[in-house]
């Protein structure tokens, strides 16, 4: 069974820091990508950032271009995602995905983790 748990949540001040986690278990992902994606209250699900483990080529949205980083474990089934300088519009369920490929969708997705920044 494929299980994606994320941890690492929590609330803040704006301008604070904040690492989430995600632990893949049950296959691996190491041809296709994992991601992250965050839903805000009365708001769509948005992507956030995502690495290609083949290359370890990244890709952000732009709302979190410079302040946030996605890296992940040497066995290709832990990924991280550094969140700086918090804004209040950061607040949101975060949700880990993945990809078992190009072309495919995200089709494994964890729990969610809540990151609430306070002004």
């Known amino acids: 069974q494929v299980q994606l748990v994320e941890s690492g949540g929590g609330l803040v001040q704006a301008g604070d820091s904040l690492r989430l986690s995600c632990a893949a278990s049950?296959?691996?992902?190491?041809?296709?990508?994992m991601g992250w994606f965050r839903q805000a209250p009365g708001k769509e699900r948005e992507f956030v950032g995502a690495?290609?483990?083949?290359?370890?080529?990244?890709i952000y949205a732009e709302s979190v271009q410079g302040r946030f980083t996605i890296s992940g474990g040497n066995a290709r089934n832990t990924l991280y995602l550094q969140m700086n300088t918090l804004k209040p519009e950061d607040t949101a369920v975060y949700y880990c995905?993945?990809?078992?490929?190009?072309?495919?969708?995200?089709?494994?997705w964890g729990q969610g983790t809540q990151v609430t920044v306070s002004s």
């Open positions: 690495i290609w483990w083949s290359t370890s080529s990244t």
């Open positions: 995905a993945a990809k078992t490929g190009p072309g495919r969708s995200w089709g494994y």
């Open positions: 049950g296959r691996t992902f190491s041809g296709g990508a």
